[in-house]
């Protein structure tokens, strides 16, 4: 599971998030062209992308050409822009959801609803640029979950259109409950912006696993070069390292459940956090045919995965216990089996230097096959094949 981990030390903005994004291998046109497919007047806007350094250190850093608009917008209008455009549901869902803290938050700062919360014209065509594509760009890189390590707000003053407000501002502020913040460090004046904010609360699901194995880091510059540290955001891409970790079992025994919704069941539960879910047939009393549901889920997401399982199924009650797990050690690789089609391929470490087990993704390969009209299992073999072939080559 490719994984990201926000390292907001120096504070998180949507600019910052940007660049780190495109510093781990987010593609330059994608970004050149979200203000062209986002349409509602921002067509025109341009997109510079540079290669700069924050205190000995190489980052990316984006800015944002906007023309003179005619006036500024209201949240609501934002929410109507980001619904209306061309973007996947988990984009759309948590750009909408961002849009709505943030409008929350000015609102509860200057006592107007929500919706009406008005955004002054360049402000509001950089926050939907920001936050549109800080969410996408995880889209792009393939990640499935992120994490976020305590973040920095900085100290002192801010300059705002009504005077100077402590830092964090009073929407910020607002924006960050609950997410871990912290203390120190040597950010003077505003780390963390409001569209900073509202990306870590839409899109980090908290403290990062306790397992993990590092692939590549990106570093996202800030507008300000201070000599004493770097102003810039660091997100590490990661894959989930549970070869030895202790995992959370629940199980339950359901009777009255049709079980043509036992896999929607398992798609809720996997997306809650599940990493594994099996079921079978069991007689239960009176009588009844049943069946079992186990679940193997990490500790940190317990929670998240018992709420869906009650959620999602008629059971009453859940049993949960503590188990070691041992896994083999595993990486990824991708095959490209035509200009369009690739397919990921799961490497599991054979112990005692035994070699490695290859294992295509059903989902990548059942997809491959509806592009290239073959059977789903000849795609297999040959993304098999081809996996096998490419880590030879790199151990050479």
Known sequence: MRIAILDPAAGISGDMTLGALLSLGAPAAWLEALPRRLGGGLEEVGV???????????????????????????????????????????????????????????????????????????????????????????????????????????????????????????????????????????????????????????????????????????????QRDPRHYPNALRILLADRAAEAARVALLATDVDDMSPEYVEPLRQALIAAGALDVQTWPVQMKKGRSGFRLEVVAPEEQVEAVTAALFRHSTTAG???????????????????????????????????????????????????????????LEVARVAQRDAEALVAKSKE
């Open 318 to 376: 859940v049993r949960r216990w503590v188990a070691e797990r041992a896994t083999l050690p595993r990486r990824q690789v991708t095959v490209q089996l035509g200009p369009d089609v690739s397919v990921r391929v799961k490497v599991l470490e054979q112990p005692d230097a035994d070699g490695v087990r290859v294992k295509p993704e059903y989902d990548d390969v059942l997809a491959a096959a509806r592009a290239l009209g073959k059977p789903p």
């Open 48 to 222: 510079t992308i540079r290669e700069v350094t924050r205190s000995g250190v190489a980052c990316t850093q984006v800015e944002f050409a906007i023309p003179e608009q005619p006036h500024g917008r209201h949240v609501g209008e934002l929410v109507r822009l980001v619904e209306r455009a061309p973007l996947s549901d988990w984009v759309k869902q948590r750009a909408v959801r961002a849009f709505r803290l943030i409008g929350e938050a000015e609102g509860r700062v200057h006592g107007v609803a929500p919706e009406q919360v008005h955004l002054h014209e360049v402000g509001a065509v950089d926050a939907v640029l920001d936050i549109v594509g800080g969410i996408e760009g995880f889209e792009q890189l393939g990640v499935e979950g992120i994490y976020n390590w305590p973040v920095a707000v900085g100290t002192g003053w801010v300059e705002a259109a009504h005077g100077r407000l402590p830092v964090p501002a009073p929407a910020t502020a607002i924006l960050l409950e609950g997410v871990a913040v912290a203390t120190g460090g040597p950010v003077e004046g505003e780390a963390t912006t409001p569209t900073g904010a509202a990306l870590l609360r839409v899109l980090s699901a908290g403290p990062p696993p306790a397992q993990w194995r590092l692939v590549k880091g990106g570093w996202g510059a800030g």
